[in-house]
């Protein structure tokens, strides 16, 4: 499974982005997708998380709850991450990644999933 990460750019504070992650197989709605970022010299961290879309369950890290949303569109092998409000705290690479996982329960540890996309880099200015 190849996925593609896509969407990222510069914008300003109080901006929008989506952000896209474009899957290889056809069959990426029986997929768990997460959603991860890494600042400089930081650890990566978790974003957002769907499960597999028989149940569709999310969820969010704190710090972005209310201003992201994650989505997929199973027609299109695509999970998106749509952030509002952007912050200048929100500046990183963020990685999609996905794990074959039929399961109602959004997985937040990076462990747990199998394929990684390449990053897209997202900078919010001040």
């Known amino acids: 499974v190849q996925l593609q990460a896509c969407g990222g750019g510069m914008v300003q504070t109080g901006g929008s982005l989506r952000l896209s992650c474009l899957a290889s197989?056809?069959?990426?709605?029986?997929?768990?997708v997460g959603w991860f970022r890494q600042a400089p010299g930081k650890e990566r961290e978790f974003v957002a998380a769907?499960?597999?879309?028989?149940?569709?369950?999310?969820d969010y890290a704190d710090s972005v709850k209310g201003r992201f949303t994650i989505s997929r569109d199973n027609a299109k092998d695509t999970v998106y991450l749509q952030m509002n409000s952007l912050k200048p705290t929100d500046t990183a690479v963020y990685y999609c990644?996905?794990?074959?996982?039929?399961?109602?329960?959004?997985?937040?540890?990076?462990?747990?999933?199998?394929?990684w996309g390449q990053g897209t880099q997202v900078t919010v200015s001040s």
């Open positions: 990644a996905a794990k074959l996982l039929f399961g109602a329960v959004p997985r937040q540890s990076y462990a747990e999933y199998d394929y």
């Open positions: 769907i499960t597999w879309s028989i149940t569709g369950n999310t």
């Open positions: 197989v056809r069959t990426f709605r029986n997929y768990a």
